[in-house]
């Protein structure tokens, strides 16, 4: 069965470093989201991408991220700078059109110490 | 604006009864609705989803209801197994479905 993955598993980091976070989608999938998932609370949107560009973000996506697809198969999440309220999980999610159901990566946990 | 949450924060069943798990939803032009299942650790599973031309959609064990007058949703689970322990979140689509506005999430513990 076609699955969503994503690396690392977890993934720790100083304050201040730059992190990317890296999720191979469905291959046949066009629509690609990054969600944040604080310890305990809700999951969250922060981004949606489809054609090579990003057709929605959240408020909790500033300036610090970056979504990337550099090839056919890879959606990369990028913070510049993290801080220590970016500690969560992030799961990848991808649907082949819109408005149907997303499949979830097993996420990466991101702490920053 | 746009919120989804949930009346229990937690649900305690034991082994073999029946599980509702409830939802409220206030973006009335949400069209699309889900229902996923979380284990620790682990990301958001599918169960079952429902559009809103329908009021119940039943798949393997689960139902899920829809009753768009109080913008309301439920997923009930028969003959609940250990294996359903989980976090439920329910979650809609809006905005010509970019992405999904998640609910706070319910906890089922399963009792054997």
């Known amino acids: 069965e076609p699955e969503v993955t994503q690396t690392p598993s977890h993934q720790v980091t100083q304050m201040g470093q730059e992190v990317i976070l890296r999720c191979v989608p469905i291959?046949?999938?066009?629509?690609f989201y990054w969600y944040r998932q604080i310890l305990g609370q809700k999951v969250e949107f922060l981004v949606s991408?489809?054609?090579?560009?990003?057709?929605?973000k959240s408020e909790i996506f500033d300036d610090q991220f970056s979504v990337e697809r550099p090839d056919g198969s890879n959606f990369t999440l990028k913070i510049r700078s993290t801080k220590l309220e970016d500690s969560a999980m992030y799961f990848c999610a991808s649907s082949g059109e819109t408005n149907t159901e997303a499949f979830f990566g097993q996420g990466t946990r991101l702490t920053v110490v | 604006g746009e919120s989804v949450g949930l009346h229990l924060p937690t649900l305690s069943v034991q082994e073999g009864d029946n599980s509702i798990i409830n939802c409220a939803y206030s973006n009335s032009a949400s069209d699309y609705f889900i229902w996923y299942k979380q284990e620790s650790g682990k990301g958001p599973q599918f169960i079952i989803d429902?559009?809103?031309?329908?009021d119940k959609r039943q798949g393997q064990r689960v139902t899920v209801l829809l009753n768009k007058t109080v913008k309301h949703l439920s997923l009930q689970i028969a003959a609940t197994q250990p294996g359903d322990s989980a976090v439920y979140f329910c979650?809609?689509?809006?905005?010509?479905?970019?992405?999904?506005?998640f609910g706070a999430g319910t906890i089922l513990r399963v009792k054997s």
């Open positions: 429902i559009r809103s031309n329908m």
């Open positions: 991408f489809y054609n090579n560009e990003i057709s929605e």
């Open positions: 979650a809609e689509i809006t905005d010509w479905g970019n992405k999904l506005v």
């Open positions: 291959s046949n999938h066009l629509y």
